[in-house]
Nanobody, 124 residues
Framework: QVQLVESGGGLVQAGGSLRLSCAASGRSFSSTSVGWFRQAPEKEREFVATISWHDAITYYADSVAGRFTLSRDNAKNTVYLQMNNLKLEDTAVYYC?????????????????WGQGTQATVSS
């Protein structure tokens, strides 16, 4: 079974940047979609961004569009989320998720495999 491992979280000042990684083992990302979601304390998990693996088509939530960028590395079987111009409201645990069907999907219940999450904290 596929396992996902997120990394790259940390503490950064507002306006700074973080680069999150999601590495898969047990199953290639080929012919899949990979999504990023985040969850702040006492809030529901919300969609951030998604990428269709084979053609690198991406889609972003309005709250992060223009600031966050998705990319993937086929050789490393890894997805990256570059987060620039971070704001206080970006503070959350960020989760990587995958599903077997390619295409744009923003609903969290459509993803079958999840990582453990990585904490990103933005301070003033």
């Amino acid at each position: 079974q596929v396992q996902l491992v997120e990394s790259g979280g940390g503490l950064v000042q507002a306006g700074g940047s973080l680069r999150l990684s999601c590495a898969a083992s047990g199953r290639s990302f080929s012919s899949t979609s990979v999504g990023w979601f985040r969850q702040a304390p006492e809030k529901e998990r919300e969609f951030v961004a998604t990428i269709s693996w084979h053609d690198a088509i991406t889609y972003y939530a309005d709250s992060v569009a223009g600031r966050f960028t998705l990319s993937r590395d086929n050789a490393k079987n890894t997805v990256y989320l570059q987060m620039n111009n971070l704001k206080l409201e970006d503070t959350a645990v960020y989760y990587c998720a995958s599903r077997l069907t390619s295409g744009i999907e923003i609903g969290r219940y459509e993803y079958d495999t999840w990582g453990q999450g990585t904490q990103a904290t933005v301070s003033s």
